[in-house]
């Protein structure tokens, strides 16, 4: 870290992944040393955090179908994609080149598999997903991906966010509407029921991001819409709040929180901005990450210090934010234990504006 480090200005490097094709998702892995983009057409690219450097080959299909969904393993070395073909694969890389080692078959309505989510409670002995016609999957692992309990019934049109409880026992999913959906999984049964659909807002917004959260009050869910709010509903009984302060001004395309204490969390919009949000005092703190273009994905690293975001035009931005949340919030709120500093890989941003041209 540099010693000239702004608190109130993160340094950042900034990587053209691509000079044509948006950022579609992004993900961090093997201890936030590295991380994984994956680019509209279907390409899957590793990156080393510290310079940004293209690692290996990028991935790609053999056959073809487009790749439009990731999420890494909770021990951070296997990825999980989703594709327009509606199958869901594993892959494993070694340093150089990427082998699916499990895959499904395609689903059974031939939509795109549009999400995918490790489960985290049980070490990723699942990975559930969410599909263009509305249905939901839920794939064990240990079985390569075989005999999955799945339901149609989440009364949305399509799906386009999924995401484990933090108990493993609930599913939140959303899509292009005004709800949002919470599925119970009954692991024993091999069911998964609905159980409540909340709405959020009226015509013309839609809910474009989800998440589960925690608070001092307990489990909540955190909604970005595509008038650029943000809402936040406490369970079980909560109305949606949008929370307080200078927020975006244009669709909100994700909402991620911050792992270690999971009060921290950012979001990504269409107006060239991410914000971050403390959600014990439900405001925005620090001042808004501006970009190049509209933000189109957002990945916080395990240990929070750093977060990368892609935009609409082929960049990915690294921003080093651990200075530039402490600055804001307490010591033991940022790292997640009291008075503590986090141990964070060592990155070489020498300079707040420093840029790689990758191919």
């Known amino acids: 870290m540099s010693s000239r480090t702004n608190k109130l200005v993160p340094e950042k490097l900034v990587i053209k992944v691509n000079h044509d094709k948006q950022v579609l998702a992004i993900a961090f892995l093997f201890k936030d040393q590295h991380f994984i983009v994956c680019l509209h057409g279907g390409c899957l690219q590793v990156r080393e955090a510290k310079t940004g450097k293209l690692l290996g080959d990028p991935w790609q299909d053999i056959e073809g179908s487009q790749i ?46 549009n999400c995918v989510c490790w489960s985290r409670h049980d070490g990723g002995a699942y990975i559930a997903s969410g599909f263009d016609d509305g249905s939901v999957a839920v794939w064990p692992v240990s079985s390569g991906l075989k005999n ?44 998964i029921q609905l159980d409540e659909v909340i709405k959020i807002c009226n015509n013309p917004n839609h809910v474009s991001s989800a998440t589960w959260a ?92 750093l977060v990368a975001t892609g935009t609409c035009d082929g960049e990915v931005y690294l921003w080093d934010v651990a200075d530039f949340l402490s600055n804001a919030m307490p010591t033991e709120d940022v790292n997640g234990r009291d008075g503590g500093t986090t141990a964070r890989p060592s990155l070489n941003f020498d300079v707040c504006n420093a840029r790689v041209d990758g191919s």
């Open 68 to 113: 439009c969904a990731i999420d890494v393993s909770p021990d951070g070395g296997r990825v999980a994609t989703g594709s327009k073909d509606g199958k869901i694969r594993v892959w494993k890389w070694n340093g150089k080149t990427a082998k699916i080692i499990a895959e499904s078959k395609k689903h059974s309505h031939g939509t795109a598999a």
């Open 148 to 191: 999955p309990t799945s339901t149609d019934d989440t009364r949305l049109r399509h799906i386009h966010a999924i995401s484990y409880s933090h108990d493993g026992t609930q599913l939140l999913v959303s899509g292009y509407d005004r709800e949002i959906s919470r599925l119970t999984i009954n692991e024993r049964a091999q069911e």
């Open 214 to 305: 925690m608070t001092t009050d307990g489990h909540a869910i955190v909604t970005g819409l595509t008038d650029g709010k943000i809402t936040i509903l406490e369970l079980p009984e909560g109305q949606p709040l949008e929370l307080e302060g200078p927020g975006h001004s244009d669709l909100v395309c994700a909402v991620v929180l911050s792992l270690p204490n999971k009060r921290v969390l950012a979001s990504a919009s269409y107006d060239h901005t991410l914000l971050f949000w403390d959600l014990g005092t439900k405001r925005t703190i620090c001042q808004p990450l501006l970009h190049s273009a509209d933000v189109t994905c957002a990945a916080f690293a395990t240990n929070g210090t």
